[in-house]
T-cell receptor
Framework: ETGVTQTPRHLVMGMTNKKSLKCEQH?????MYWYKQSAKKPLELMFV???????ENNSVPSRFSPECPNSSHLFLHLHTLQPEDSALYLC????????????FGPGTRLTVT | GENVEQHPSTLSVQEGDSAVIKCTYS??????FPWYKQELGKGPQLIID?????GEKKDQRIAVTLNKTAKHFSLHITETQPEDSAVYFC?????????????FGPGTRLSVLP
């Protein structure tokens, strides 16, 4: 148990659905991250929130929308996804705002049909 | 930007033997080098990390060495056990840009054969 929880653990959604992934950290950290892990690809950083402020990441499609209401919670809102968006979505947190010592949650396995 | 390469992509060792995984990085400004272990159905777990001001760090059966001149760092696991079987990821970061420069290697699948 790393102190970072994610729900749901598995999600199947159609291309026209809207869903949200939730992450909660119990470590008192100041920064939170969303990563995408696809088969045969390195982990890809999607979004960073530092002290609840979003650091822009221009390479992520607008069908992914993050939200950080407070330093313990992070959401990833999904809408009109594509089948290639199927992947493991990982949340992480760190005390340091430079990304050092990131602790990951178990991930949400997303399948887009 | 930073580029991290990792070798080998797969590694099989007999239980009790040592395993070594090597990573190279491109950005000379990188100063933080963690290693993560990911078991099936779980998220990556931070197992050891090293900062650029030291050359080696040990934690029981695990050690990491860093050669800043050659821009490579390695994970050493001694006396391997079946529970060490997992995918191992290295990463490199210069700590800037709120962690946006945090780059992972592609991973090494380690199998420890009983």
């Amino acid at each position: 148990e790393t102190g970072v929880t994610q729900t749901p653990r598995h999600l199947v959604m159609g291309m026209t659905n809207k869903k949200s992934l939730k992450c909660e950290q119990h470590l008192g950290h100041n920064a939170m991250y969303w990563y995408k892990q696809s088969a045969k690809k390195p982990l890809e950083l999607m979004f960073v929130y530092s002290l609840e402020e979003r650091v822009e990441n221009n390479s992520v499609p607008s069908r992914f929308s993050p939200e950080c209401p407070n330093s313990s919670h992070l959401f990833l809102h999904l809408h009109t996804l594509q089948p290639e968006d199927s992947a493991l979505y990982l949340c992480a947190s760190s005390q340091d705002q430079g990304g050092y010592e990131q602790y990951f949650g178990p991930g949400t396995r997303l399948t887009v049909t | 930007g930073e580029n991290v390469e990792q070798h080998p992509s797969t590694l099989s060792v007999q239980e009790g033997d040592s395993a070594v995984i090597k990573c190279t990085y491109s950005d000379s400004a990188s100063n933080y080098f963690p290693w993560y272990k990911q078991e099936l159905g779980k998220g990556p777990q931070l197992i050891i990390d090293i900062r650029s001001n030291v050359g080696e760090k040990k934690d029981q059966r695990i050690a990491v060495t860093l050669n800043k001149t050659a821009k490579h760092f390695s994970l050493h696991i001694t006396e391997t056990q079946p529970e060490d079987s997992a995918v191992y990821f290295c990463a490199a970061s210069n700590g800037e840009n709120y962690g946006q420069n945090f780059v992972f290697g592609p991973g090494t699948r380690l199998s420890v054969l009983p």
